[in-house]
């Protein structure tokens, strides 16, 4: 990230262009990475500080930009918790921004398909940059409903095992810039830190699948496999309690998961041909 300190406006953009556009591209930087923030933890919103530990900047500094993204409607804020939270801006503009190929649509047996298998809760992960967005959500019957992510949440890659298993798909140095680029992040939103993450990418990469056992939140255990969208690469993950996903099982999981998988991607491939994504 950027540094903390802001840089001091120059009297002539033409003077010093390097400079006037650093400081442009800085701001906006700094306002993607507050809407990014606010939106890895979806529908929980939250408050000042816990934004500004999270993206590095000073409580004031971070104020002044929070309240003008409020003044704008792209976020909101609660009268009593004072939380902040996605506005209706985004939601607004997002009715326009329709991707070229719906792949929570083309997911949606498949995902059907594995919560009757699995009795739990299936989630799809798409990758966005340095983010796995959630796009679509499936429960199975058991009791006790894993519900760790909104449709919509983003969150950095190597949180949760859809975005890991992302990681363990990619390229060596692709998924250690990956993870050198969030390893600020990691700590404000879960258990691990950079090092943890690229051991659990390497453990990943040795098991063929995912696997994340209460690092996001205690007692709940995650199972990822990712697979080729065009040229882009998405994920199905599977999440439980625990002591539903012990070594015997979660292997188990794992090779319905890949069973599946292997399946859609072979629906998927003519679309990719046709240069769908």
């Known amino acids: 990230m950027a540094s903390t300190r802001l840089r001091k406006p120059q009297t002539s953009a033409a003077a010093n262009p390097p400079q006037a556009a650093r ?12 809407l990014r923030i606010v939106a890895s933890k979806g529908r929980s919103g939250m408050r000042l500080a816990e934004v500004s530990a999270a993206c590095g900047l000073p409580s004031s500094t971070c104020y002044r930009m929070l309240q003008r993204l409020e003044i704008e409607g792209l976020l909101e804020r609660h009268a009593l918790t004072r939380k902040y939270f996605l506005g209706a801006l985004l939601f607004e503009l997002g009715l326009l921004a329709k991707p070229q190929m719906q792949l929570a649509e083309r997911c949606e047996h498949t995902l059907a398909a594995l919560a009757e298998h699995t009795k739990d809760t ?24 894993v ?12 949180i949760g095992a859809g975005g890991l298993a992302i990681l363990c798909a990619l390229p060596d140095k692709e998924a250690d810039e990956i993870i050198a680029a969030n390893a600020a992040l990691y700590p404000s939103l879960s258990a691990m830190d950079a090092e943890q993450v690229r051991a659990a990418v390497q453990q990943g990469r040795k098991q063929g699948y995912s696997f994340l056992d209460g690092p996001v939140i205690p007692g709940v255990a995650s199972v990822g ?18 002591s539903r996903l012990d070594p015997t099982r979660r ?12 399946s859609l991607s072979g629906s998927l491939e003519p679309e990719a041909a046709k240069g769908i994504q």
């Open 122 to 145: 299936l989630y799809l992960s798409e990758r966005r940059g340095l983010e796995a967005v959630c796009s679509a959500r499936a429960l199975g019957d058991y009791p006790i409903k």
């Open 251 to 262: 292997a188990a999981v794992a090779a319905e998961l890949h069973k599946q998988v292997r």
């Open 225 to 242: 496999v990712a697979f080729a969208v065009g040229h882009s690469i998405a994920a199905i993950s599977v999440a439980a309690i625990s």
């Open 23 to 34: 400081s442009g591209t800085q701001s906006i930087e700094r306002v993607v990475s507050l």
């Open 147 to 158: 519900l760790t992510l909104d449709v919509g949440v983003r969150r950095p890659l190597g």
